[in-house]
């Protein structure tokens, strides 16, 4: 049986005055088709290697249909493929150590923290490496410049003491296209230099630690050249696929492998996302019901923030993932929507007052995961009743969180404010790849609805080119 896909429901939009109607998504319904039929063109004139016009540069649509390309490798190249490779270097880490540091930042460290948070033990670090399966604890540095942070992670790979066995030792991945970001180039140089401590200088044992992914040239291509490390092992951030769309390429893969996620199964799961989004039409797609939603509210009432309300801790990661995706996508020329990811209900009791009853500037997408991986727990009946929950001893911790998801929901309608539900079966590889994948692909086509080219980072190239004047000044 084929695995389910995440659906939408945006009946809570569909309110007077404050909302949008059913037929104001239909009278887009061309528009919408016509921004999916340029994405897909611009995935076909990437793969075909044709020069882009002016008007569509930077076009880094080689994300699109990057899925299916490392599946169809996997499956006709076995053991050859980038796939298999990247589970054998996992696999090989894994076995070699008890921690790996992952250094990036922005999108290259984002998609793997998410895969973390999403589909490994809720507390995966602190777990005995037993019940980790053997894999290797993951810590995420390079995405600061935070002295005492970096301190602290020294601290816990014992500031080049040299390990006593596969408990005290830890590797490294490091993760920039060009080698030139400033973050994560001089959390490496720290780190290199503590790893090479711990091997005592041994420049064969730390080759065997560091695994690169980034471009074919560049700054971090010739450092891991010139310590070392295998060819076959410094893995390519590939061409057409900028930062904040590489989380299913090996940026985000090779981590995701070293936690034991399956890989292939994040890659399926993305495929299928594609597959909906080029057969299904717009009355049915759930990523051109999607954009329709986000644009016509932006558009018709102003509700120029998004807030991804994710019900329950796993998904954090993923929608801070998103918050850079749409904000370096469509934050452009004085325009662009701002993403806000909060968690249910912690968030209530912090920002509810504020999304209940401030400005009419919001639009809420609840992210619900409707089965759990574990037996449900029941509050239970208790001598000790002061706190008088014996009369909901049967109900269990997902009982209370529907009926809050539910609650809110029917605050907000009865309030006209605006929300939807994205509903995910299950939460685990398949699933994750589809949502990652929908809100990539949904952010390139409302980038072409509105005209504004959704790829490259015209801002954040301002800072770094500033900061490093001050530091070389």
Request: contains cysteine; proline residues 5%.
């Amino acid at each position: 049986m084929a695995d389910p896909l995440i659906s939408y429901d945006p009946a809570g939009v569909f309110i007077p005055e404050h909302g949008i109607t059913p037929e104001d998504i239909g009278r887009i319904a061309g528009d919408l088709d016509e921004a999916r039929d340029e994405v897909l063109a611009d995935a076909q004139l990437w793969a075909d290697g044709v020069e882009p016009p002016a008007a569509k540069q930077p076009l880094d649509a080689g994300f699109h249909e990057l899925p299916e390309r490392l599946l169809n490798d996997y499956r006709t190249n076995g053991a050859a493929s980038e796939v298999a490779r990247l589970q054998a270097t996992a696999d090989r880490l894994a076995a070699a150590c008890d921690r790996t540091v992952v250094l990036g930042i922005g999108g290259s460290y984002m998609g793997a923290r998410a895969c973390l948070e999403a589909c490994c033990h809720p507390y995966y670090n602190e777990l005995s490496r037993q019940a980790r399966g053997g894999r290797p604890r993951i810590s995420f540095e390079g995405n600061n410049v935070d002295n005492d942070a970096m301190q602290g992670l020294l601290d816990l790979v014992g500031r080049g003491a040299e390990p006593a066995g596969v408990d005290d030792r830890w590797s490294i991945v490091v993760i920039s296209k060009s080698g030139g970001t400033l973050e994560t180039a001089a959390a490496f140089r720290v780190m290199l230099r503590t790893l090479r401590d711990a091997c005592g200088g041994d420049a064969k044992k730390l080759a065997e630690l560091v695994v690169p992914v980034t471009g074919t040239s560049g700054k971090l291509f010739d450092l891991a050249t010139a310590l070392g490390c295998p060819a076959e092992e410094i893995y390519e951030v590939p061409d057409g696929v900028g930062g904040r769309f590489s989380v299913l390429s090996a940026v985000g893969l090779l981590p995701a492998a070293i936690m034991g996620l399956d890989i292939v199964k994040l890659l399926e799961g993305a495929a299928a996302m594609n597959e909906h989004f080029r057969n299904c039409g717009p009355e049915s797609n759930v990523v051109l019901q999607y954009v329709a939603v986000c644009h016509l509210l932006e558009t018709m009432r102003g509700c120029d923030i998004r807030l991804l309300s994710t019900w329950g801790k796993r998904l954090e990661a993923v929608g801070l993932w998103y918050d850079q995706l749409l904000s370096e996508s469509l934050g452009k020329q004085e325009r662009g929507a701002m993403p806000l990811t909060v968690v249910n209900t912690r968030d209530l009791h912090s920002r509810g007052q504020q999304h209940q009853e401030g400005k009419r500037d919001k639009l809420v997408t609840n992210v619900i995961v409707d089965s759990f991986d574990r037996e449900p727990l029941a509050i239970g009946s208790s001598e000790y009743n002061q706190d008088q929950l014996n009369e909901l001893a049967d109900k269990t911790l997902p009982d209370i969180l529907d009926a809050a998801t539910k609650g809110t929901n029917q605050a907000y309608r009865e309030d006209n404010r605006p929300t939807a539900d994205l509903h995910l079966p299950r939460l685990d590889e398949h699933v994750l790849g589809q949502m990652l994948q929908m809100l990539m692909l949904a952010t390139v086509v409302e980038g072409r609805l509105i005209g504004i080219n959704p790829y490259g980072q015209p801002g954040v190239e301002a800072y770094k080119k500033n900061m490093n004047a001050i530091l070389r000044a």
